[in-house]
C-alpha cells in the first residue's frame, strides 16, 4: 500500500462540482467504500466518511483544494457498515453537519452486538480480523459519531439553494440512505448499488430484498446520467435494472 490505511485512490470529476473518490483501501486488497463530493455555492457535502484518519483527511483535503473556502459542511452516512462511517469522527471535529436515517443507532448497537464488541476500538478489529497495533496502523484515531439529523423516508437538503435529496432505500440494511443531486444527475447509491459484487444479500431476507427492489424501481422516477455505487466504477442507471433482475431471482428462488 502507498499509505497504510489509504492505498492508492482514484478520483472522477463527474462536473457541477461534483467528485468521487474510489479504490481507497484499509488494509491491502481491502476497499473501503466509495465516497461522494459535492461542492454548492457555499457549501460542501459529502457522502460517506471512509474507514480510516488516512481516508477521510483525503477525502476533506481533496474536497478543500476543489472548492476552497466553502462556509458549512454536510456528511451523509448511506448506512451503518464500518466501511461507510468509520471515519466520520474526521469530519464531526470539522463542525460537520453529519445526516443519516433514523434507524442508524439501532444498527450500529446490533453490529456491535453481533461482533461481541464493548467498544469502537473492538468493533473494526473483528469487523477487519486485526489486532490491535495493526489497527492503530492502518484505521487511525477515528469512530463513528451519532448523527445529527436523523432521516425517515425522504428530505430534500438545500445546500445554500441547491437541492440534494436523500431518499430510504432499505434491503442491504434497514437503514440504507441513497443521494440523488439533480444539477448534474448524479446518483450516490450506497450498497443499494454494488458495481462490483451484485446486490449483497446476506444480511436480509426475503422480505428485505422485496423492499430493495421496490426502492430501486422508486430511483428509476429519477432522471439519473450516472451512478457512483457503493463498491465499483462509476457507472450507468441501467444498472439498477440489473440489480432488480438479480433480486427478483433470488426472492423466487427463495419461495
Not at 22 to 43: F, W
Amino acid at each position: 500500500m502507498e499509505q497504510p490505511g489509504l492505498g492508492v485512490p482514484r478520483t472522477a470529476d463527474l462536473g457541477n462540482g461534483v467528485h468521487a473518490i474510489l479504490d481507497m483501501e484499509t488494509l491491502e486488497g481491502v476497499h473501503a467504500a466509495n465516497v461522494g463530493i459535492i461542492a454548492t455555492g457555499r457549501a460542501q457535502v459529502f457522502v460517506n466518511s471512509g474507514q480510516t484518519e488516512a481516508q477521510g483527511r483525503y477525502v476533506w483535503d481533496y474536497a478543500q483544494t476543489k472548492a476552497p473556502g466553502r462556509e458549512m459542511s454536510y456528511l451523509v452516512l448511506t448506512h451503518h457498515h464500518l466501511d461507510h462511517c468509520y471515519a466520520a469522527s474526521y469530519f464531526d471535529d470539522r463542525h460537520t453537519l453529519i445526516y443519516a436515517h433514523k434507524s442508524f443507532g439501532g444498527c450500529m448497537a446490533d453490529m456491535r452486538s453481533h461482533l461481541d464488541a464493548t467498544d469502537y476500538q473492538g468493533m473494526i478489529e473483528a469487523f477487519l480480523k486485526i489486532d490491535p497495533e495493526t489497527c492503530r496502523k492502518h484505521v487511525g484515531n477515528v469512530h463513528p459519531v451519532s448523527p445529527h439529523r436523523h432521516i425517515g423516508e425522504e428530505v430534500s437538503l438545500a445546500a445554500n439553494g441547491e437541492e440534494i435529496l436523500i431518499q430510504h432505500l432499505p434491503g442491504h440494511t434497514p437503514c440504507d440512505l441513497v443521494v440523488y443531486h439533480p444539477k448534474s444527475k448524479v446518483l450516490f447509491a450506497g450498497d443499494a448499488i454494488n458495481e462490483r459484487a451484485g446486490p449483497v444479500t446476506m444480511f436480509g431476507e426475503v422480505r428485505d430484498w422485496k423492499k430493495w427492489i421496490a426502492g430501486l424501481e422508486k430511483i428509476k422516477r429519477l432522471e439519473i446520467d450516472r451512478i457512483v455505487p457503493g463498491h465499483g466504477e462509476v457507472c450507468g442507471p441501467e444498472i439498477i435494472d440489473e440489480h432488480i433482475e438479480e433480486l427478483e431471482k433470488r426472492v423466487a428462488a427463495a419461495a
